[in-house]
């Protein structure tokens, strides 16, 4: 069972509000991923850090943001919620050492922007 | 040009039939390749790790072919409990450990 947890699990909010969305993992991992996934479509990554005080723009544009002030804690931000940012937000994270390792997923964050 | 591409699918099969899935990497120096299950709604689960001489895990075979840069996933005696999407995923450059592909939706019939 991987050790990256994510919450709240479901998140309905109205539009306008901050929300942050919690990951945190207790593997030790070096880099850390946010992910974004609607439903039946492919995962896009848009933020990814490598280590504390790292974190990188993904492939896709977002207008969330993140940080990592401590190895096992990376949340997502967002300023002020639109209906379009209502999608499902998966955290994932690698051992980075070595060479590059399987992911490990949290079970994802369900947001709903009304 | 996606760095991983899969074919979408879906794929419908009957239970027990034999299914094989492709995908292709762009990057040639690639060297981490993995096949991970996502079941509807939930996050991606890692199934098996490809390894450069090929490896089989009960129903399950992945190979790679480094040359034509395609990794493959067949599995045999197709399970209800089979149908998911499967996720190719190679490690890029540019830093990114990760690149998934699509997916292909497997759907096993009764």
């Known amino acids: 069972e991987a050790d990256i947890y994510q919450t709240p699990r479901y998140l309905v909010i109205g539009t306008g509000k901050k929300i942050t969305l919690e990951c945190s993992q207790t593997?030790?991992?070096?880099?850390m991923y946010w992910y974004q996934q609607d439903p039946g479509m492919e995962l896009h990554l848009i933020h990814y850090s490598y280590g504390v005080n790292s974190t990188e723009k993904g492939d896709l544009s977002s207008e969330s943001t993140v940080s990592r002030i401590r190895t096992e804690h990376f949340p997502l931000t967002l300023e002020s919620a639109r209906p379009s940012h209502t999608s499902q937000y998966l955290c994932?994270?690698?051992?980075?050492?070595?060479?590059?390792?399987?992911?490990?997923f949290g079970q994802g964050t369900r947001l709903t922007v009304v | 040009r996606k760095e991983v591409e899969q074919d979408p699918g879906p794929f419908n099969v009957p239970e027990g039939a034999t299914v094989a899935f492709n995908c292709t990497y762009s990057n040639s120096a690639s060297q981490s390749f993995f096949w991970y299950r996502q079941d509807c709604r939930k996050e991606p689960k890692l199934l098996m790790s490809?390894?450069?001489s090929g490896n089989e895990d009960g129903r399950f075979t992945a190979q790679l072919n480094r040359a034509s840069q395609y990794i493959s996933l067949l599995i045999r005696d197709s399970k209800l409990s089979d149908s998911a999407t499967y996720l190719c995923?190679?490690?890029?450059?540019?830093?990114?450990?990760?690149?998934f592909g699509k997916g292909t939706s497997l759907l096993v019939t009764p």
């Open positions: 995923v190679v490690n890029g450059d540019s830093g990114y450990a990760l690149n």
């Open positions: 490809v390894y450069s």
């Open positions: 994932a994270s690698t051992d980075g050492t070595g060479g590059d390792t399987e992911a490990f």
């Open positions: 593997m030790g991992h070096d880099k």
